[in-house]
């Protein structure tokens, strides 16, 4: 199966609600896994995606096989992420007005190496250049230790696909965010690093 045998499918806002069973079940399954050994919860999910129901800007690009979500991409204009979002900007002199902030990209391990990915970054960077306005895509990533007891001896960072997509690593930036780990009975601070690529640069 390829890329061009999955439909691509660009939503926002509102037209995101029928398909939030299927974000947070994805979210749920494939952050479970290293590295962010994500315990989550339906109900936090739909909390959560919630937001992008909310806002008219955000944007959710799906892949579908015959009509089931396998993958999602989600994005949103960082003015409507929250404080600990915007913050590491503001300190080093960014406008948080004028960055798009790229949610995360989830795709079921079957359809990996199939071409889908990059249609969930040229789908957020498409969508953020027809809103106009933004100088810059993000998103981040959460840091984990190499000798993390959970790494599998297998495990590959994604870095050099994001930097293939133009992307750098900003360590400067950097911020927590809080979640429960699979082998954790409690939530815990997670460190988190941001990516940021020009749509100037990149037009």
Request: glycine share 8%; proline share 7%; net charge negative.
């Given at each position: ?32 896994d290293f ?52 913050e ?107 990516w ?8």
């Amino acid at each position: 199966m390829t890329s061009s045998e999955i439909e691509i499918r660009t939503l926002s806002g509102l037209d995101i609600e029928p398909y939030l069973g299927d974000l947070a079940r994805l979210r749920i399954e494939v952050f479970r896994d290293f590295p962010y050994l994500y315990d989550g919860t339906e109900d936090y999910e739909r909390h959560y995606l919630q937001t992008y129901i909310d806002s008219p800007d955000s944007v959710i690009i799906l892949a579908l096989d015959n009509g089931r979500a396998v993958g999602a991409s989600t994005g949103i204009p960082m003015k409507h992420e929250t404080p600990e979002f915007k913050e590491p900007f503001l300190q080093h002199g960014y406008d948080p007005d004028k960055i798009f902030y790229c949610g995360e990209s989830v795709l079921q391990p079957d359809y990996r190496g199939r071409g889908i990915y990059k249609h969930f970054f040229t789908g957020r960077e498409g969508h953020a250049r027809r809103l106009g306005g933004f100088d810059y895509c993000s998103f981040c990533c959460v840091q984990r230790p190499a000798d993390h007891p959970l790494r599998p001896s297998d495990y590959a960072p994604l870095d050099p696909i994001w930097t293939k997509f133009g992307y750098v690593r900003h360590p400067e930036l950097h911020t927590t965010y809080t979640w429960k780990d699979v082998d954790q009975a409690e939530e815990t601070a997670k460190p988190m690093v941001f990516w940021l690529k020009s749509l100037k640069e990149a037009a």
